[in-house]
């Protein structure tokens, strides 16, 4: 029987998957022992790891609405995390990079990720650990695909 059609394994990468959200503290209000919630802290990881980038393309990465992301990024801002920049092509952009103290923030938020990784994989076995990243890829790409082929389905049906 496909994996897809068995109703118990299924059932399991739910219950592990609602799990991983509790453990890594997504139902918190602040996250990695920073004063800033989740989404405010994927937005500095992820401005961090690319340099720059525009609310646009933050929109995109982080799967969030347009208002929701220019009210963080303005929290962010004010909080002096974050700068945003000017565009010498078109005013209208202005990329955002993270701020001397953004860049403390987020040392100090990829320090207690990586942190929470070594725990947990030094109770894993070493298999099931040196398994897991391509695993945890491959679930996370198969979501990616699917939402991304329901966005384009919705579209196509005028379901925006």
């Not at 503290?25 to 022992?33: D, I, M, S």
């Not at 923030?105 to 894993?124: P, Y």
């Not at 695993?135 to 579209?155: I, M, P």
Request: with cysteine; charged share 30%; proline share 4%.
């Amino acid at each position: 029987m496909p994996a897809f059609e068995d109703e118990s394994h299924i059932a399991q990468i739910r219950d592990a998957s609602r799990r991983l959200v509790r453990e890594l503290g997504f139902l918190r209000p602040t996250l990695a022992e920073t004063d800033l919630p989740p989404s405010a802290v994927h937005a500095l990881v992820e401005i961090g790891a690319r340099g720059s980038m525009t609310a646009a393309e933050l929109c995109n990465v982080l799967i969030l609405e347009k208002s929701t992301v220019s009210r963080m990024i303005g929290k962010l801002i004010k909080a002096g995390e974050l700068i945003e920049g000017t565009s010498s092509q078109d005013a209208r952009v202005k990329p955002l990079s993270l701020s001397l103290k953004g860049q403390a923030t987020l040392q100090r938020v990829d320090d207690f990720a990586r942190s929470q990784v070594i725990e947990a994989l030094k109770r894993m076995g070493a298999e099931t650990g040196r398994d897991l990243p391509r695993s945890l890829d491959s679930y996370a790409r198969a979501l990616e695909v699917s939402r991304s082929e329901q966005k384009t389905r919705d579209e196509e049906n005028g379901n925006e």
